[in-house]
């Protein structure tokens, strides 16, 4: 439960950052990471077409320099794009100085002002360095898609399990997760649109007064 629902001791750590969005409102973000790659992206965004919603991708930088087409089909069928770093670094692995010039690395080619640390791993100093130029977005539910011990059937029931109002579920636009989420994705929105939820994106729920939490 820890991975896939942080508890608030972990969140406290870093203060200003958004895990939960609008919690008074019948509303969830669905987000993506590590993309753009042809063999899972375009497949994600034919799906959200079909369903009619929208969602934010984190980018890594590089996958953007190798699929610029893919990136710029993301912005123009709607979709909000944020900062995932440049090479994907975990951030408790590196340096300060070295996290932060591949953060900027990744803005050359990323306009956005949302910035999602990979893994969630991230130094407080490169927290506090990264608050004052991005919004820092984390997670209410990891579906854990990523996970080779987990079944599709896994992963749909993390997102039943921990969905509530205002929740940023993650999913991976990526190859290591790709068979797991193309399976549980259209079931878990299923399931979201059976509850009465609305999708939207992150900076809908920052613009109408979203706060930290």
């Known amino acids: 439960m820890f991975v896939e629902y942080p508890p608030k001791l ?80 975990q951030g408790l692995k590196v340096r300060k100085e070295t996290y932060l010039k591949d953060v900027e690395l990744a803005a050359q080619i990323i306009d956005s002002s949302l910035f999602r640390p990979p893994h969630g791993h991230i130094r407080l100093t490169q927290f506090y360095a990264l608050r004052n130029k991005y919004k820092i977005i984390l997670w209410d539910v990891v579906t854990r898609d990523y996970s080779r011990i987990k079944t599709a059937g896994d992963v749909l029931e993390n997102v039943k399990k921990h969905t509530r109002n205002g929740s940023i579920i993650l999913f991976h636009d990526s190859i290591k997760s790709g068979e797991r989420m193309k399976q549980s994705l259209p079931r878990s929105i299923e399931w979201l649109k059976e509850q009465g939820y609305e999708f939207r994106l992150i900076t809908d729920g920052l613009a109408s007064n979203g706060t930290p939490s």
């Open 10 to 89: 972990y969140r406290a750590l870093f203060r200003g950052a958004y895990w939960r969005l609008k919690p008074d409102e019948k509303a969830v973000y669905l987000t993506f990471d590590d993309g753009p790659v042809p063999e899972v992206t375009p497949w994600v965004l034919d799906l959200l077409d079909l369903y009619g919603i929208k969602a934010t991708f984190f980018c890594v930088g590089d996958n953007v320099c190798k699929y610029p087409e893919i990136y710029e089909t993301i912005k123009e069928r709607g979709h909000g794009v944020g900062n995932h770093t440049f090479h994907h670094l």
